[in-house]
């Protein structure tokens, strides 16, 4: 992301250092170039100082970064040479001093130097992009197909071609360091994913059961060495929506698809839950003598308001995509508006009950509902009116997300950017001499 002047901006890019590291990658960080290292002290530091060029704006010089964080002038430029050699920051063109003395150098992170990988499998499509520190996307790929009821071996398959193809044109693109290093793979997927040990658990739509993705992708060459990291799709969604700039701190985003994805956000942290799985707001009941779900219960609420039921329910192809509903909605078709009266009174009704038990005073619609917030918020704001008990002091807001293309997959790439945040010791070669500047 760049700001006016076409210069790398810090605070807009990536804002990684407000956010810890919640979800459970595998070994994200490399292995250390030695069995143990002294110095925890340093690396501390370090990563103080990386953590204030991250999420500065403007960029800070080595004198601002002092000035905040209480290091010395020598200890912060002696570990901003090291994060220079590493590639992690790099340096502006020098501004002027107001007073009389040296021009200060601005700090930002570097761009293309390092690579974090977001994927997602979900129902209709797989895709993966790669985030640099600085917050530019710098490839992505998607491709889309039916993955309903799918064996879980050949979609990880495709997914790992379509990496594959996404690595190819990093190597290809030219650029003065070379081509960036991989910091890890993040993988979003529509379901029930274990924190704890990592495997997807439970994915209805898709009809996984029980796989270990990260074992069936590290068959593939082009992830062997690559780290890899799993999470339910909305969380990762949301954690891309807490990171834009003036998103609110605290809400609940809901994320729809063909299946109905939910993430807390609380003071800017996305809550997982003890296990990862937290958020399955799609199979929630709206109607117990409703229509067989695909998780096997019935009268859920993706039956109401999922991709595949709206376009159903509008008389209209499910291959379609959301915008043909719109269309359809603003042409002031009957079948189109039913649908989404239907489906929006139910979505109201689902999360009003979360409301009244998780008290958040913000909704987010994101996925195929932020293109249909005219048409949905104001039917979840009436259900929230009636059905929350606080809704007489308190009215919760319901607005579109601002993060939409690629929410998941970004949200992905910025949990690998953050595990070099909180560890960036690991890809700094402390044993290796700073450079020699000026």
């Known amino acids: 992301m760049r700001s ?5 901006r810090a605070a807009t890019a990536v804002r990684l250092g407000g956010t810890p590291v919640d979800a459970p990658w595998r070994g994200a960080a490399p292995a250390r170039a030695a069995p143990a290292r002294q ?8 990563q103080v100082v990386l953590a204030r060029v991250v999420d500065a704006d403007p960029p800070p010089s080595r004198a601002d970064i002092a000035a905040a964080t209480g290091l010395t002038r020598s200890a912060v430029s002696a570990l901003v040479d090291r994060l220079i050699t590493a590639g992690l920051v790099a340096e502006l063109a020098p501004v002027p001093p107001q007073r009389a003395g040296r021009p200060a150098v601005p700090l930002v992170p570097a761009r293309r130097a390092f690579a ?5 499998v979900n129902v209709d499509y797989v895709g993966v992009l790669a985030l640099d520190l600085a917050g530019d996307v710098l490839a992505r790929r998607q491709v889309w197909g039916d993955f309903r009821g799918s064996d879980p071996v050949t979609v990880l398959a495709r997914l790992a071609a379509v990496v594959e193809e996404l690595l190819a044109e990093l190597v290809a693109e030219p ?7 991989i910091a890890g793979m993040g993988l979003a997927l529509p379901g029930l994913v274990d924190r704890v040990t990592g495997p997807l658990r439970l994915a209805p739509n898709l009809g ?4 270990d993705v990260v074992a069936i992708l590290g068959t593939h060459a082009p992830l062997t060495g690559i780290a890899i ?10 954690r891309a929506e807490a990171r834009t700039a003036g998103a609110d701190r605290s809400f609940l985003y809901v994320s729809g698809e063909v299946g109905i994805g939910a993430a807390i956000v609380l003071d800017g942290e996305v809550f997982f839950g003890q296990h990862g799985w937290s958020g399955e707001l799609g199979h929630t009941v709206v109607d117990p003598a409703g229509p067989r779900c695909s998780c096997g219960s019935t009268g859920c609420l993706e039956q109401y308001a999922g991709k595949d039921a709206l376009l159903r329910s509008a008389g209209l192809d499910v291959a379609l995509p959301i915008e043909a509903l719109r269309a359809a909605a603003h042409a002031g ?25 998780v008290d958040v005073e913000q909704i987010v619609l994101g996925g195929i509902y932020a293109p249909l917030v005219d048409h949905l918020a104001p039917l979840v704001t009436e259900e929230l ?8 002091w308190k009215q919760a807001g319901v607005r579109a997300a601002r993060s939409r293309q690629d929410a998941a997959m970004t949200g992905a790439a910025l949990t690998v950017l953050s595990t070099i945040l909180t560890d960036p010791a690991a890809w700094v070669p402390f044993d290796a001499p700073p450079p020699e500047l000026g």
Do not use: C, Y
């Open 4 to 8: 006016d002047d076409g210069r790398p």
């Open 229 to 238: 990291g799993l999470a339910n799709e909305a969380n990762l969604a949301a």
């Open 116 to 120: 974090a990988l977001g994927a997602e």
């Open 385 to 392: 009116g009636t059905r929350v008990l606080a809704a007489p």
């Open 39 to 46: 110095g925890s002290l340093r690396e501390h530091n370090l």
């Open 333 to 357: 078709d009957p079948g189109a508006v039913a649908a989404l009266a239907t489906g929006g009174r139910a979505l109201g009704i689902a999360i009003a009950n979360f409301v009244n038990l």
């Open 175 to 181: 650029a003065p360091g070379g081509p960036p290093r």
């Open 208 to 211: 996984w059961r029980d796989v």
